[in-house]
């Protein structure tokens, strides 16, 4: 799928009634994003929170004319990397954005990157990318994929368990997500299971979780493996004899609908939450629930960030990025209101950010939602920033 968004201003910037004009003739962005089957709820919140920041800046980003072009992944590492090469030869973007798995991350940033094309993730933050293999040109606005999961780990240590079954899809992602947990929590470990991506069927799992005996299960199945997993464990009747926990990826609003009670009360990690008090989020919540008709969700909050993010660079190069250097300059320096408050980048382009426990619970209208109950972290760096040499 092919996307633009254009829009002519002249007459009615004008008349003062829009944004005054373009500082630049414009630029193109190249969004790659997972739109169709497995994990496309993901995408298009990252899609639609982009798109936001977007139309609230009248088709512009810090005062520049933005060309948006969208095509769907397919979750496929293949069909991203086609995807990347015609965006960068054909459409000649000046930025991507957009990917939500890391295994399509790793098939498409290191070369995007090496070319002199600018990638700012919203989402996918392979320990790879923010170590050894960081680049000038690479900057995530969400997270490194571990830091979630380490958040959690210590607040399952300072719960006191300490036979802990601990469960992830075999990917870059999910490796990160259980070394990330272990990295700060230190007790036993009753089971270390890696699934296949994409997984529906779970009977194994907990059966052989069952058998275990743990105190408690960490696990990271995000998108439709999620919204399985934890209904399974709810109707093998584990929930109440033995606590879950998990990262942000399992609990958020894409996937509590569908999930319904078998995740009430279940405590998760998370940089974001709808009930950060600051005017950025109070904003973005409020316009996103009038745009689309539904709450935002994690995914949805990392995609206008990055879209924020971005412009805040282009408004101070005044739209020419010409000047690489400028650019990336701007980047580094992050100005922009981040709908999580504290923000800023570590020296691999990496956020370092607080990370909360939310839990799951119904609010006055009886839905499903998350509420912060706690910081873990404050100010949390990745600890893949010593690697990175640029």
């Known amino acids: 799928m092919r996307r633009k968004i254009q829009f002519a201003f002249a ?60 095509s769907d992944d397919g979750r496929k590492p293949e069909t991203a990397k086609q995807i990347a090469d015609r965006m960068v030869k054909s459409d000649k973007v000046d930025i991507m954005t957009g990917i939500v798995w890391s295994n399509l991350a790793m098939a498409v940033v290191p070369a995007v990157t090496r070319g002199g094309t600018f990638y700012i993730s919203p989402n996918a933050g392979p320990s790879a990318l923010a170590g050894k293999m960081c680049n000038e040109n690479y900057f995530n606005v969400a997270w490194q994929n571990d830091n979630l999961h380490e958040a959690m780990g210590q607040h399952v240590a300072d719960k006191g368990y300490n036979n802990v079954y601990i469960m992830a899809p075999n990917y870059p992602a999910g490796r990160d997500a259980l070394a990330g947990f272990k990295r700060f929590y230190k007790g036993g470990i009753a089971g270390e299971v890696y699934t296949k991506l994409g997984q529906k069927d779970y009977a194994a799992e907990i059966s052989a979780l069952r058998a275990a005996k743990p105190d408690a299960v960490f696990f990271f199945l995000p998108g439709g493996m999620g919204i399985n997993f934890l209904k399974q464990y709810a109707q093998a009747g584990l929930k109440e004899s033995i606590p879950l926990f998990g990262p942000a990826f399992s609990f958020d609003e894409t996937i509590l609908k ?82 999580r408050g504290n923000f800023r980048f570590g020296a691999n382009h990496h956020p370092i950010q607080d990370i909360y426990v939310r839990q ?31």
């Not at 990055?306 to 990336?328: T, Y």
């Not at 706690?374 to 690697?387: E, T």
Request: glycine residues 12%; contains cysteine.
């Open 11 to 70: 007459v009615a910037a004008a008349a003062g009634l829009l944004p005054a004009p373009a500082l630049a003739d414009g630029i193109k962005i190249g969004m790659i994003t997972t739109l169709s089957g497995g994990g496309s709820s993901l995408g298009i919140d990252i899609r639609d929170g982009f798109d936001l920041a977007l139309k609230q800046g009248g088709g512009q980003l810090g005062g520049v004319q933005v060309e948006l072009i969208v």
């Open 258 to 339: 569908p999930v319904g009670d078998a995740a009430l009360g279940v405590f998760n990690s998370s940089q974001w939450n709808a009930d950060i008090e600051n005017a950025a989020n109070r904003a973005f919540v409020a316009d996103f629930i009038a745009e689309y008709g539904r709450r935002p969700s994690l995914y949805a909050s990392q995609g206008y960030d990055a879209a924020r993010l971005i412009g805040s660079a282009l408004a101070a190069v005044k739209g020419d990025m010409s000047d690489k250097s400028a650019f990336r300059l701007a980047l580094t320096k992050a100005e922009f209101e981040s709908v």
């Open 360 to 390: 799951v619970y119904r609010d006055e209208n009886g839905e499903l939602t998350n509420k912060i109950v706690g910081k873990v972290f404050s100010d949390h760096q990745d600890a893949y920033a010593k690697d990175c040499i640029m």
